[in-house]
T-cell receptor, first 112, second 114 residues
Framework: DAKTTQPPSMDCAEGRAANLPCNHS???????VYWYRQIHSQGPQYIIH???NNETNEMASLIITEDRKSSTLILPHATLRDTAVYYC?????????????FGTGTRLLVSP | ETGVTQTPRHLVMGMTNKKSLKCEQH?????MYWYKQSAKKPLELMFV???????ENNSVPSRFSPECPNSSHLFLHLHTLQPEDSALYLC?????????????FGQGTRLTVV
């Protein structure tokens, strides 16, 4: 399965956009990019996923490069409650979630 | 609220105690999972149940015993644990025959073994 690389930490000012990068240079054509986040001591929360097109929902936008080797999660107006660890995960299309590998993620700190 | 409920939220137990963690989902999912998250470590998959059958056991010590009586409920029975078993235990569920979908996690049980 493709592995992902994320910066260990990022800072963002409240109200500004938070852009979290993820590198998945070995991704194959049948693998989705998933994003989860984990607020301190809580269960991971699903944010968004995509295959090759950009996606947007009420929480965030996901921008996937044309070659699919990297992606960016965008939180358009970060709030203090967005402080969390963000995980970028690659999931093959026809495998179960047990194949999801949660790495160490990016710790996003949103400050006033 | 994710539709996956774990109880209790916090548990303190002695090394000789027997306790159980409970997970319940009302999402109609057919797969449920137990994960362990130790301090400052990534999530570790422990057990997977598909259609109530255990399909994965990631070399978990026998002092952890899962049970899945039906597709909505999952238990983790604990006995003679060690202090290093103190961690956040997370339950998740998903619909395994639908590829373009996601897994939902409960809020976890914070376990402390004394």
């Amino acid at each position: 399965d493709a592995k992902t690389t994320q910066p260990p930490s990022m800072d963002c000012a409240e109200g500004r956009a938070a852009n979290l990068p993820c590198n998945h240079s070995t991704i194959s054509g049948n693998e989705y990019v998933y994003w989860y986040r984990q607020i301190h001591s809580q269960g991971p929360q699903y944010i968004i996923h995509g295959l090759k097109n950009n996606e947007t929902n009420e929480m965030a936008s996901l921008i996937i490069t044309e070659d699919r080797k990297s992606s960016t999660l965008i939180l358009p107006h970060a709030t203090l409650r967005d402080t969390a660890v963000y995980y970028c995960i690659v999931r093959p299309l026809n495998t179960g979630f047990q194949k999801l590998v949660f790495g160490t993620g990016t710790r996003l700190l949103v400050s006033p | 609220e994710t539709g996956v409920t774990q109880t209790p939220r916090h548990l303190v137990m002695g090394m000789t105690n027997k306790k159980s963690l409970k997970c319940e989902q009302h999402l109609g999912h057919n797969a449920m999972y137990w994960y362990k998250q130790s301090a400052k470590k990534p999530l570790e998959l422990m057990f997977v149940y598909n259609f109530k059958e255990q399909t994965e056991n990631n070399s978990v010590p026998s002092r952890f015993s899962p049970e899945c009586p039906n597709s909505s409920h999952l238990f983790l029975h604990l006995h003679t644990l060690q202090p290093e078993d103190s961690a956040l235990y997370l339950c998740a569920s998903s619909q395994e025959d639908r590829p373009n979908t996601e897994a939902f996690f409960g809020q976890g049980t914070r376990l402390t073994v004394v």
